[in-house]
């Protein structure tokens, strides 16, 4: 097996230190995984940066649900990739759809104009698996000069998603990367790479730490109407990512 590029999600400045010494070749680095991963601070990032030897892929994402974003979002998140570039960001992932879910031209063009401009990397991400054709969404992202491209192959999990996943790299024809993700572990893993003939993935393996500050008054809950645990904290999971690299020969 040739080796295959890791690219682990992770959700904190430890995250990517945890990625890093366990054998992970590039980061996205994000806020709120729970959420599917929101745009971090930029105080993360610069701690990141001062650390990191890989390179660090910089979510923008401004909150939950879909991509289709106001013009007040949109300022937001211009301010916050010109800001991520000047602190080192090596590539941004971003993605921005119509009502109709197809992509965005203009607002694609004018954030991977960004990033190319500082010869950083453009990245749309799952935004591409709510496309309603994917051949043609991936067009459009070839047109724009879009690096890579993150998918589970329009399914919830990129196993089921395989065989798209398969397709859309002998459709892109190096035109583009695919960066295929979710649900993948050191389980899969193989299997996976062998049926796609992918030379790169992306994922995430977390653990749980105990918090103890709030232990003394368990019934305080300080989010929204979803109830997890106070007392832990998610972790990136480097023995995780040690078993999957393994797994992939490294």
């Given at each position: 097996?040739?080796?295959?590029?890791?690219?682990?999600?992770?959700?904190?400045?430890?995250?990517?230190?945890?990625?890093?010494?366990?054998?992970?070749?590039?980061?996205?680095l994000n806020s709120a995984m729970f959420l599917g991963g929101l745009t971090p601070t930029l105080g993360?990032?610069?701690?990141?940066?001062?650390?990191?030897?890989?390179?660090?892929?910089?979510?923008?994402?401004?909150?939950?649900?879909?991509?289709?974003?106001?013009?007040?979002?949109?300022?937001?998140?211009?301010?916050?990739?010109?800001?991520?570039?000047?602190?080192?960001?090596?590539?941004?992932?971003?993605?921005?759809?119509?009502?109709?879910?197809?992509?965005?031209?203009?607002?694609?063009?004018?954030?991977?104009?960004?990033?190319?401009?500082?010869?950083?990397?453009?990245v749309c991400h799952r935004a591409f698996d709510v496309t309603p054709d994917p051949f043609a969404a991936l067009d459009t992202l070839i047109?724009?000069?879009?690096?890579?491209?993150?998918?589970?192959?329009?399914?919830?999990?990129?196993?089921?998603?395989?065989?798209?996943?398969?397709?859309?790299?002998?459709?892109?024809?190096?035109?583009?990367?695919?960066?295929?993700?979710?649900?993948?572990?050191?389980?899969?893993?193989?299997?996976?790479?062998?049926?796609?003939?992918?030379?790169?993935?992306?994922?995430?393996?977390?653990?749980?730490?105990?918090?103890?500050?709030?232990?003394?008054?368990?019934?305080?809950?300080?989010?929204?109407?979803?109830?997890?645990?106070?007392?832990?904290?998610?972790?990136?999971?480097?023995?995780?990512?040690?078993?999957?690299?393994?797994?992939?020969?490294?």
């Amino acid at each position: 097996m040739n080796r295959i590029t890791m690219e682990i999600c992770c959700g904190s400045f430890e995250d990517v230190l945890i990625a890093q010494t366990s054998g992970a070749d590039r980061v996205e680095l994000n806020s709120a995984m729970f959420l599917g991963g929101l745009t971090p601070t930029l105080g993360c990032l610069i701690e990141v940066k001062k650390k990191a030897s890989i390179p660090v892929m910089t979510m923008i994402r401004p909150r939950e649900a879909g991509f289709l974003y106001s013009d007040y979002e949109y300022a937001v998140m211009k301010n916050d990739a010109r800001l991520f570039i000047e602190h080192g960001a090596d590539g941004l992932v971003f993605g921005f759809l119509n009502p109709d879910g197809t992509f965005d031209k203009g607002r694609m063009k004018e954030f991977t104009d960004i990033c190319l401009d500082a010869g950083k990397e453009a990245v749309c991400h799952r935004a591409f698996d709510v496309t309603p054709d994917p051949f043609a969404a991936l067009d459009t992202l070839i047109e724009l000069n879009i690096t890579r491209v993150l998918t589970s192959g329009q399914q919830p999990s990129v196993i089921t998603g395989a065989k798209l996943v398969a397709e859309l790299i002998k459709y892109a024809a190096g035109r583009i990367e695919i960066l295929p993700g979710a649900g993948l572990d050191h389980s899969n893993m193989a299997d996976f790479v062998k049926k796609t003939g992918t030379n790169q993935v992306h994922f995430a393996v977390s653990t749980l730490r105990t918090e103890p500050s709030t232990a003394i008054n368990p019934g305080i809950y300080f989010g929204g109407a979803l109830y997890p645990r106070e007392d832990v904290v998610s972790v990136a999971d480097g023995e995780a990512i040690r078993l999957t690299a393994s797994a992939l020969g490294r």
